[in-house]
C-alpha cells in the first residue's frame, strides 16, 4: 500500500467512526441536534441551588444572600427510572424529564432548607425548583 491509499483509509475510517457515534448517540436520546425542541412528551425542571451562611459571622443588617453550590448532583426518581443532572459553577442547572412524580434527592452532606423533594412533572411543562441549603459554617463555641 502506498502512503496515499493508507490517507484515504484513515479519512473514510474516520467518517465512518463519527458517522457510527452520532447515530449512537441520537438512538439513545442523549444528543439533540442545534435548534430542535424538546419534546412535547417531557418536561422540563430548572433552578439554582445555593448554600447559606456565608461565613460563621455575618455582618448586623447585611446578610449574605447565599453562595451558588457548583458541581452537586441532583438526582430524580421515579419508580425504575433515574436521571440526573450537575450543577454548573453559578448553582444553575436543567434537565429534560417525562411526566410523572419524581423525588429529587441532592448529592450533599448539606440539609435542604427549602426546596421541594418531590415534584410532578407535566408534558410540555417548565418547572423551577429553587434550593437552599445549610453549609453547617458556624461560629466557634468558646472554650471555658
Known sequence: MTFGTFQTFG???RNVLLAGLVIVAAACGGY???????S???????????????????????????RPVG??????TSGDTVR???TDPQGNY???LPPGTWKVTLKTYMRIIS?????????????VADYILDNGIRAPVPQQ
Open 11 to 13: 479519512l473514510v475510517m
Open 32 to 38: 439533540q441536534f442545534p435548534g430542535a425542541s424538546p
Open 40 to 66: 412535547p412528551n417531557i418536561g422540563v425542571v430548572g433552578g439554582r441551588v445555593m448554600s447559606v451562611p456565608c461565613a460563621p459571622v455575618e455582618q448586623v443588617g447585611s446578610p449574605c444572600a447565599g
Open 71 to 76: 458541581g452537586l448532583g441532583i438526582v430524580y
Open 84 to 86: 440526573s443532572v450537575v
Open 94 to 96: 436543567a434537565i429534560e
Open 115 to 127: 426546596g421541594p423533594t418531590s415534584i410532578t412533572v407535566a408534558a410540555g411543562s417548565n418547572l
